[in-house]
C-alpha cells in the first residue's frame, strides 16, 4: 500500500505520466512558508530566571528596576528597542533596523560609552527582559568590553509580559502615535526622541501629577536627562498623537543614537553628539 504523500512526491519526481496540473487538489494549495526559527540557547537564562530576579531584589532592595522590551511595527521592518525606569515611569526607546542581538548590545555599548561605568551602574543594575532572541546574549549585555560588570539582567517567565507590566502599559502610549502593525521604516531615530519626550512630559495621576521627566530628574539630576539628549515640553504642548509628525516646523535637539545631517547620511555618535550640543548653545545663546 502506498500512501498519498508517496504518490506525489513520485509524480513530482516526474515517475509518471501524470503532472501536479492533473491533480485539481494538489495544485489548489499553495505551498507553506517555512518560518525562520531563531534558536535560543536556554543556557542564558541560568541564574537569569522570575524567580532568581525576585530573589535578587529580596536581597538587594534599594537598586533601581529598568525593563527591557521590543516594540514592533510591521514584521520584518524596523523596531524599538524600549527601556523602562520603573520607578519614575520614564522610557527611553531606540530605532533598530533589524530585530536583532547585535542592535540590542550596540545600544546598551553606546549607553555604557556616553555615561561612564559609575553612572550606569547606577541608574541601570537591573534589567528585566522577556524570553526574545534579541535578549539572548546576556553576558554582552551584562558585561562591557573589559568584561567590567555592568548591570544584572534576568528574564521574565514564558508568556507573562505582566511581569514587566510597567513597560507594557508605557507601550500603550507609544501606540497613540504609532498603532500596532503600522510600518516603522519611514522613522528616523529623532522622531522617536520627539515622540518619547512628549510622552516623558505627560503628566501621570500614579506620579501624584507629575511627569516621568521631572521624577527622573529628581532622581538623578536633569544633567543625566541632557546627556541622554531628552528635552521636556511644555504642559500646553504636550502632543499625545501621531500629528506629531506632521509638525515640520518643530525643531527638536532629538537623541544622538541614529542621528543623519540635512543630506541624510548618518553620523557617528561623538560627532551628531558635538553637532546637537552647538545647536543647543544656539538656540539657548550660550556662549
Not at 71 to 81: A, D, P, S, T, Y
Not at 258 to 265: A, C, V
Amino acid at each position: 500500500m502506498v500512501s498519498q504523500s508517496t504518490l506525489y512526491r513520485l509524480i513530482d519526481f516526474n515517475v509518471f505520466t501524470a503532472r501536479n496540473i492533473d491533480m485539481p487538489r494538489k495544485v489548489r494549495y499553495a505551498k507553506r512558508k517555512i518560518k525562520k526559527q531563531f534558536k535560543v540557547d536556554k543556557a542564558c537564562r541560568i541564574g537569569r530566571t522570575y524567580n532568581d530576579f525576585q530573589q535578587f531584589l529580596n536581597e538587594n532592595p534599594h537598586l533601581p528596576l529598568v525593563e527591557m522590551d521590543t516594540v514592533e511595527g510591521r514584521k520584518g521592518g524596523k523596531v524599538l528597542l524600549t527601556l523602562h525606569f520603573v520607578k519614575a515611569e520614564f522610557m527611553l526607546a531606540f530605532l533598530r533596523q533589524t530585530n536583532d542581538s547585535q542592535s540590542v548590545i550596540s545600544i546598551l555599548e553606546g549607553l555604557h560609552l556616553k555615561l561612564g561605568q559609575d553612572i550606569f551602574m547606577k541608574v541601570m543594575p537591573v534589567l528585566l527582559t522577556d524570553n526574545g532572541s534579541e535578549f539572548s546574549n546576556p553576558k554582552a549585555l551584562e558585561f562591557d568590553q573589559k568584561q567590567n560588570r555592568r548591570t544584572h539582567l534576568f528574564y521574565c517567565d514564558a508568556s507573562s509580559p505582566g511581569q514587566k507590566g510597567s513597560a507594557e502599559r508605557n507601550h500603550e502610549l507609544i501606540r497613540y502615535f504609532i498603532p500596532k502593525g503600522t510600518s516603522m521604516d519611514g522613522f528616523t531615530q529623532i522622531d522617536i526622541s520627539r515622540m518619547m519626550d512628549n510622552i516623558n512630559s505627560y503628566s501621570r495621576q500614579s506620579l501624584g501629577n507629575k511627569c516621568p521627566y521631572d521624577m527622573l530628574a529628581f532622581l538623578y539630576g536633569e544633567e543625566l536627562l541632557k546627556a541622554l539628549g531628552c528635552n521636556k515640553i511644555p504642559p500646553n504642548e504636550v502632543i499625545m498623537n501621531s500629528s506629531l509628525f506632521k509638525e515640520t516646523d518643530v525643531h527638536c535637539l532629538g537623541n544622538p543614537w541614529g542621528y543623519t545631517d540635512e543630506s541624510g547620511r548618518e553620523m557617528s555618535y561623538l560627532d551628531a553628539y558635538q553637532v546637537i550640543e552647538e545647536q543647543r548653545k544656539e538656540m539657548t545663546g550660550r556662549n
